[in-house]
Structures are given as structure tokens and as C-alpha cells.
């Protein structure tokens, strides 16, 4: 049973100030213009489609979104019990709709107050403020445009997986070379490039580089003769084996650690996802590799003065991540990531947590959201989770009201504005 | 501490109706005579015998079933705190014995009592109606003989363990020989008998077929020409390398789903179990490989007709396997196996599921009972374990109360019927 | 929220006699003399580093103890969260310090008022009585000497790591001669050397022999030919490679058995450590090896006669690790480890050990400390779960309350006489 003090922590830490720093929002269409982008969210889609809905042709994309939630009343019924769901209710009535569930007779009703809400004038801007939230990071390729971006609410973070998992695209050279207006020879001139773009992220604001590394990505040092000679082959168009593919990746992994290091950028990695396990309808999933968080020692070790914030997206190492971020200085660990977004996988690492690791190395929350409306069901889940956590750890006796709040700030709030150095 | 709401959803729930779609129920003999048959169930064996007795000897096949109990009652102290002498005590219950314990001067009342309930005529009709099981599927080895089985009470599932891991044992080919009238010379009539014997199954009305893996099963595709030649090594009596048996294993696997996809049948796969880890009493174990549910990825995708429905005996899995079911729309998670059937486990594994997989997509429980005695006992712990976490959903707002009541009926009935094709 | 059940398990548990079967305790010197070094704990020390403080600077091992609380005063708010600190509050309480916090303006009196409580004549017994621990166990090396150990507190327990692990080093044969005064010139003679200091250990009250082993260490049988071969390379100074070391340090492993089984010595088995994996500092961590258990099957099967004790540093096995003593009448399952000793692990793992396994193959708990101030932190923050676990039991209707009193009872105290014979 939620206890009167669970409830009342909820109340106050919806009143704190809260820094988003995981999103994939596009800083020129923040939020959703109908219900049907909000409903089209891969989270629902993925739980229609498991409960029987043709997604391919029932919410193909060519369709006016508003007719995916139409073709989708059928099946909504069967998915009313996840918290997605609750969610999706959730920014619903947010938008100014008052019916509890959604049926043939009302969804045009939803349809029409949810696009009137969004697209009045700056709706993102007071979408935020309703749930306190000062900044939200961006996901930034290397070539986006950051142009008219709104500073008051984002802050850049550079995206780095092609750099690493591409490596040996012709691509991903050609983009940088784009990018740079270079012509890339060497290890050492794809080096400079990237160093170049990530100055710029720098000077543009760029709080964080990030990437997301599949399970069994091994990190290790590869000497840099060894890379230059690999990445000689990748410029001669040969292909490489997985071994020397992987070899080469982990070296570039390690030169964006350095870059990190003399730029004072954290690093934040998303360990875990595989992409594409459904092959028809494209889902991603993960895995679980008992090694992933083992295989960073080395650059934990190695490079003391980079931030490195990691995720992870399993529950089987969440407590293995919470004793790294407790014994090294420099690893923190950061949120509730997808498949782990739920009421019971949060509840417990954030008891694992806050029972071992001081409470400044930890990130609660971040939205991973690509439209600012799901950010609010996503903060709402997670405050009134940890309020339960923290009224749990308070009735234990572990911790007394005020540092309990005092902790949720920081989980919030504080901890992000320390570690990402934001300047607000 | 157990709510009110807790208490009130285990009293709502015990009035549904329920489909018990796994067991080892004897359709001749479904429930026992003597409490001894039912005190020597393996999960109570196994406790005795870890708690110091000697089991082999004072539990003797060769003795008067209620003399295991006798023999027991020094031993019984020691167990009094598992959930499944808790089970024991409410079956004793269900059978008139009034006591709370059990010592020497009261055994032998429990063993009249309990004798004379079930010797009573249609004892196992009642003692399922008593608790709404309306269905309980057996698990039929190929040759059983269903004559006379009550169809009002069970379902045939056709068990097919041996044709996979035991194909290259002549008893395997001889028994489906015998049972098709045939001789086997190839892979080609080996599939043909087993194709036979399936549909002669579904002709029982057989609802599903079955199988129980182990922990490091590998499913994979392997071309016929292959197999073929395999099976030819095997018909010639020459003995097959580990990595040659796994391919005709595994290619055997593969046409087990092809007869399910063409036959219609749902396919339920127990994953784990790890036989006869101690060696002097045979008891089973179980461990786990990371990749044991990944390595349905390519059956899942190549399927997706057949309904794949998944129970895992591991508590490392459980959050992988929910995620499956909620990626792949013929991928189900079952129930509760076995090393997982515990309170603690249970609940978890419930918050989890219903957090984040649509509730279609799952069964609730099944007994794995061998004797519907013991079938009363674990509906009654998981319609205890069931109610908690619906309560803590509800009390934490993410269901409302009659919402919960519906997913519990889907978790013990319609989810049966719908998945199964039950004809009722 | 805490039931009042919960409450009053906790005072009634509190009551109950205690015995502590692994310490790190000096038996000379078994109390702090000064709160520093209870503040310089490694648990304490590695959350300082974590947030932030230069603990190789701040906390030099030159500088008087009492000085490090005085240099960690500006990181302590940082780690006000941590369970750690609660215990650490704890202790200053139970030392007569009474404020809620340390700051400039108080550290000096704790110190003061610790140093008078822990210098006065027998304060370590005083400090023992007032939890209820009758009796401590050491860790002992080979060669410690036990004279004037106060055996009304103390038991002494033999550490074998160095057999093990270090059974190629130089130094390991030279002090197993030194203690011997023997000659050992090979594995016959190692093992007879061995075998007379485990035999003294007998005559000096050690109730077991204990060891702690990585999460990689494999298990297996290794000819006796093989293993003195391997030996005697050793002896003539020359490296073995990797799978000859770990043939014969298992052999030797092995061999212990052998010794444990002559000598009725239960064997205490910490798996999962890894050492120093934070390279500057010294931080040990552990990883996890899904075999870590499975390797022993070999053992618990061929040594009937040997009590095999685990624990286990991992949430991901401890599920295992209860079934493996549910399983085998000569495994327990032991505590709660180092990186696994927070409330809401330690509670997830009664839970699941008092629901499958029968409790008198449970131990409870031990302190793991080095000073019996860190003990009384340890032995409340247990009590205090075990209390809450088993009202969840009760109030679930698992066990009526006498029940769970004569379980807390096994857990602490009991199930420590018997298994390891203790004479009190």
C-alpha cells in the first residue's frame, strides 16, 4: 500500500526543478502536432503489434496520423495494463482530455483537443514548465544543424555511434569529411576531423558526447600503429574481419575518450541495445553480456578525469553498474532506460542504488523521449516511483524526510548540473 | 503488510474459473489415495532430504506410502518454514484434516482422513471444481493411451523431449515404429511418423504440443541435406559428435515447429532444467546460459504463425523472456516453473509482465502438478502472490480495480482459451 | 511502510544470542581505539573516493587516525545516503556520541567520546554483550598466533586462500616449512604439511576452514600424477602456464576437501571477489561467472560428508545459490556479502531462501568486520531486514509468528551450533 508519506513526497518532488539529460526531442519540432505522433511512439506500437495489430499496414506511415489511433481501437483494450499505457492516459488528460479510456465514440474528441493544445503558440515551452524541466539534452548527429535552437531549453550533446560502429563506412568518412571540408587520409586526419566537430559541439553549447554500444562491445587498447594500418585497408575500400573490425572500433572508442578528456566532456553510454531482432517490423531488443561493464575497467582506470555516465539496459547488471559507480570517482550511473522503464525494474535499482552508492554519482531520470508530451508521462512514472523508494528507505529508517528531498534535488536537479558543468 | 484490496482481490479471484494448461496428471489416476503420495512429491522429498533425512531409505518406493510420512515426522520441524510445506498443510486442510501440525500422535489421523476424502467417488471432479479448474492439460509421451480419458476434466499435449534430445537413441525410432506401423530407413520417414502421430494427437484434441530444454540448447537452422546425413550415421548405429547430435537436435526442433505451424498447435517450451544434478538421489537442477531465450530469435521471426509459449527456470531470464513477449506477437510467457514457484519470485515476475506486456500475451500459472492435490495448493499460493501485486498496481494507480479483475481472469482463463483454441 | 509486526520482530530478534561466523576481528586488538579507524573502513574509505575526496592524500595511513575524520569532513553530506553511513551513525550512537550529524563544530567530541568509550578496560566484550554475540569467528592465516585468544569470544577459523591461489609462489612453501619445520620437496609432502597445521588448527577450537575464491575459479579433479608433476615444476622454479596453475590449484582444492572430510571441518566457500580492480587505489570489485556455482556440483557430490558454507557476491546467482542448498543435504547458504549487505538485497534474498530452502540450512548472517564497533552496525541493519522479510512472511500467512521467532533464532544462533559444532 502507498503510504501518506510516498504520497507526499510525490507532491513535493513534483515541485522540483528537473534537467532532462537524455532525449531525442528535435530542438525545431519539440513536441507533436496530433495525438496519433504521440500514440505512433514505438513503446505502444511495439505493444499493439505483440497484441495481434497489422502495424505494417494499420499504422503505415503514409497515413494521417490521427488514423493510426482509429485503426488502433480495437486492440487498445489489450494493452490497458501496461504503464505504458498509463502514459499515454496520462499526457492525454495533460492535453485537456477528461475521459478515462478511449473507444469509437471519443477518440476524435482526443484527436481535436490534443492537436489544439500542441499547436498553440510555444505549447513545448509551457508542456516543460508544467513538469519543471529547465533543460532538456538533445541526441546530435555530427551534421546537425543547431540554428535558431531555443538555448533556454536545450543543450546540445553529440552522438558518436557512427563514428565507432561505422568506422569502416565509407559514409561515415564522407560525412566528416562534408563536415569538415577535409579530405581524410589516415587514422590520424579521421582523428583530427572528429576532434574538430567535437570542438565545435564545445563551442556550440554541447554538454556530453553519447553513444550506444551493443552488449558484447569489448573495449580494450589497441596500439595505434595497429589502427592506422587497419584504417589503411577501410581507405582502400578491403574489408575487414570481426576481429580487426572490432579492433578498430574500440581504438576509435578510446580516441573519443581522450577527446573527452581534453574537451572536459562527459561521456554518457547506453550499454545493451541489439538492434533489429525483429526482422519483419524492425524492433530492437538487448541482450545480456556478463562482461559489459567489466570490459571499461580499463578506461575507468586509464582515464581518471573523464565523467563516464553509463546506462544499461538490462536488470540483470544494474547492480554490478551501481558498485562501479560506488568504487570509481569518475563512473556515475545514469536512469531507467527503456526496457528497464518500469515501476518495479526502477523501484529496485533505485533502492540498490541509494543504499550503496553516495547519492552525488547517481542521474535519477532522463526522458529518452522524441516528443516533449511523452517527457511528461515519463517524469510522472518516475517521481511517484522514487517518492515510493524514498518513503520506503524513510520508514526503514535510513534516511530522515529532509535528506530524502535533499537526495531527490539532487537526482534531479543538482547532480546533473554538477557533472555536465551546465551553466544556467 | 497485506491491504484490505489485497485480501479482497484473493477472495474475488478464487471465484474464477481457471485453465490449468500444464501437468503430469494421470488421466487414470489424477488424484492420490494416501497423503503419503502426496507428502512424496520431489519438492517435499527434496527438502526432507536436504534437511538430513535419509530418503532413500526411510522414503523406500517399496514401503507403504503413508510410512514415508511416519518416517518423515522427525524431519518435518526442519521444512515447517518453505511455501511448500505450506502447500502441504493446505492440502491437508482441503482433505478435513484440522491440525496445524503434524506429529506423532496425530499422523495417522491425517492419513485416514485424507484416504477416506480421496477414495470418495470422483474425489479429483471435485477437488478441481472445488477450486474452479474446469481444465488441466496432461502431458502425453507419444504412445500414451488416452482411452477413457474425461474429456470434461483434461486436454492432451503431446510431449515430444525425446524425438529431439533422444533422436539418436534406437528406443526413440523403435517406439515411433511401433506406434506407426512403419519402418524408419531416413530422416524423411522419421518426420513422417512423428507428423503422424502429431495429427493423431490433434484428432485426441490434443491443444498443444511440448518440450523441456536445457539450459544450453541451440536452435538454429540446418540444411536437411545435413540432417539427413546425421540421421543416415544414426540408422547405421555410428555414434554422432556432440556438435553433430546438436545439429539433428536442433534440425528436429525446427520441424517440431513446422508440424505446429501446419497443424495448428501451440508450442510450450520449458527452458532450464538441468537433469539429475545430484548424483546419488537424481534430484534436478538448473542453470542458466545468457543466450538461451536469444536463441529463439531466428524460430521466432521464421514462425510467426506458430505460437511459441515460453516458461524459463531461472530468475536471471525472467525480464529478457517478458521483453520477448512483448516484441514478438507469437511469443507468450508462462506461469511460474518449478525453482521459480515462490512467493517472492512470483510477485516480481507478475509486476514485471503486467508493467510492460500487454496481458494478452501471457498465461498466469499452471500447476506442474502430478496429482490434483497439489494443484490446490499452488493456485492457492498464486492466486495469493496474483492479488498482492494486482493490489500494489492499483493502489499505485496504474489499473484500476476492475481492470485488475479482468487481467485475472485473462491469466487464468481466457488467455487459455484464446491461445490453446480450447473448445469449451 | 514498517508493519507494527515488523517493529516488534525486530525488538524480540534483537534479544536473541548471536553468534558471528566470519570476522576479519585481531584477537589481540578486536576494538577501534580511536573513531578514525572505525571511519577508515574501506566500506567508509571507498564512498569518500567515489565522492570526490583524495583518500590517498587525506586519509594517509601516517597521519593519526583521528585526523582522516577531520580532512573527510567537507565529503561526508555526500555521503549521508549509504546504508554504510547509517551504520557508521550507528556505531557513534552506540559509542555515547549523541548528535545526528558530524561537522566542524562536533567531530572533536566524537572523538573524545569515542576514544574514552573504546579505551576502557574490556569494552570489546561490553561492545559484544550488548548485541548478544556469544561468539566471533577470526580468519586466520597458517601461521597466526593464537596464544592468549580469548576463547570465550573468539573461534578460530582457517584461511587457505594462499594454498590455493598462491600454491606456485615460493613464499607459500617456505612458510608452510617455517611452520612445519619440515622440507617440502613435493605435493606429498605439501599436502602432509598442510594437513598437520589444519590438524593443530582442530586442537586450537577452529571450527573451519574458510576460503575466498574468484568468480573464474574452476573446480574439477585432477590426477594425483598430473598434480604432482605440476608440482614439481614448481618446485624446480619453473612457470606453469595458466591451465596447469589452475589444474593444480584446483587439485588442491581438492585436497582440502580431502582434509575437511578427515577432519569433520566444515568448509566456508566466498566466491566472487575480484582484487584491486581499481588499479590506483586498490579497490577490490567482483564480476560474475554463470558457473560459479555449477563448478561445485562435482564436490558437493563426491564430499557427502563435508559441509560446503557459500556465499556468494553477486545478485545474480544467490537464486541458485538457495536452490544448490535446497538441493544438497551437505550445502548452506551463508549471509549476506560485502557489495550484497544493503536492505533491499539482503531482504529479496530471505525471502527467497525462507521460502525454498528448509531454514536449517540457512546462516543467517556474519559481520565480515574488522572491529566489533562495525559489527554493531552490521548485526542492526540485519536485524532490522530479517525482521521485515519475515512480518511480509507472517502477514502473508507463510508462518505464524512463532514460527518466524524459531527461525530468527536458527539463523543467528542455532544453525551456527550445528553446523559447525560449536562447544558453548
Known amino acids: 500500500m502507498r503510504s501518506q508519506l510516498s504520497k507526499r ?16 526531442l528535435q530542438h525545431r ?12 511512439y514505438h513503446y505502444i506500437k511495439m505493444e499493439l503489434s505483440t497484441a495481434g495489430m497489422d502495424v505494417e499496414k494499420l499504422m503505415d506511415e503514409s497515413l494521417p496520423p490521427d488514423t493510426f489511433l482509429k485503426n488502433a481501437l480495437p486492440f487498445i483494450p489489450k494493452i490497458r495494463n501496461t504503464t505504458t499505457w498509463w502514459g499515454f492516459m496520462t499526457i492525454c488528460r495533460a492535453l485537456g482530455f477528461g475521459d478515462s479510456t478511449i473507444h469509437e465514440a471519443n477518440w476524435q474528441d482526443l484527436c481535436k483537443v490534443a492537436s489544439n493544445t500542441m499547436q498553440a503558440e510555444n505549447w513545448y515551452r509551457e508542456a516543460l514548465d508544467n513538469i519543471n524541466i529547465k533543460r532538456s539534452f538533445l541526441t546530435n548527429p555530427p551534421d546537425e544543424d543547431l540554428d535558431g535552437c531555443d538555448r533556454e531549453a536545450f543543450v546540445p550533446s553529440l552522438r558518436t555511434d557512427e563514428w565507432v560502429l561505422q568506422i569502416h563506412e565509407e559514409s561515415t568518412r564522407q560525412r566528416l569529411e562534408k563536415l569538415t571540408r577535409s579530405s581524410i587520409n589516415s587514422m590520424k586526419g579521421l582523428k583530427a576531423s572528429i576532434h574538430e566537430v567535437a570542438e565545435r559541439f564545445v563551442g556550440l553549447g554541447a554538454a556530453s558526447m553519447a553513444i550506444s554500444l551493443p552488449p558484447d562491445f569489448q573495449a580494450f587498447v589497441v596500439a595505434k600503429a595497429d589502427a592506422e594500418a587497419l584504417y589503411g585497408k577501410v581507405l582502400q575500400g578491403k574489408r575487414l574481419s570481426d576481429n580487426q573490425l572490432a579492433r578498430l ?16 566532456l562527459p561521456f554518457q553510454l547506453m550499454l545493451g541495445v541489439e538492434r533489429g531482432i525483429h526482422l519483419k517490423l524492425g524492433w530492437d531488443g538487448f541482450s545480456t553480456d556478463l562482461g559489459m561493464m567489466k570490459t571499461f575497467r580499463d578506461a575507468l582506470n586509464r582515464f581518471p578525469d573523464v565523467k563516464f555516465v553509463f546506462s544499461i539496459l538490462n536488470t540483470i547488471l544494474t547492480h554490478e553498474l551501481a558498485i562501479y559507480a560506488k568504487t570509481f570517482a569518475n563512473c556515475y550511473a545514469a536512469g531507467h532506460w527503456w526496457y528497464t522503464f518500469y515501476p518495479c525494474i526502477i523501484k529496485q535499482m533505485i533502492l540498490e542504488r541509494l543504499q550503496a552508492v553516495p547519492y552525488t554519482k547517481l542521474i535519477g531520470w532522463y526522458s529518452d523521449s ?55
Chains 1, 2, 3 share one sequence.
Open 9 to 24: 513526497f510525490e507532491a513535493e518532488i513534483s515541485k522540483m526543478p528537473v534537467i532532462d539529460p537524455h532525449t531525442h
Open 29 to 40: 519540432t519539440p513536441s507533436a502536432e496530433f495525438i496519433g505522433n504521440i500514440f505512433g
Open 249 to 264: 572500433q574500440t581504438h576509435m572508442l578510446y580516441s573519443l575518450f581522450e577527446v573527452c578528456d581534453e574537451l572536459h
Open 370 to 424: 522524441y516528443y516533449v508530451e511523452w517527457t511528461i508521462a515519463k517524469i510522472k512514472l518516475y517521481i511517484r516511483t522514487l517518492a515510493g523508494a524514498l518513503a520506503e528507505i524513510v520508514e526503514d529508517g535510513y534516511m530522515d524526510e529532509n535528506l530524502a528531498l535533499e537526495v531527490a534535488l539532487a537526482l534531479l536537479w543538482d547532480n546533473n548540473v554538477e557533472i555536465f558543468a551546465l551553466n544556467l
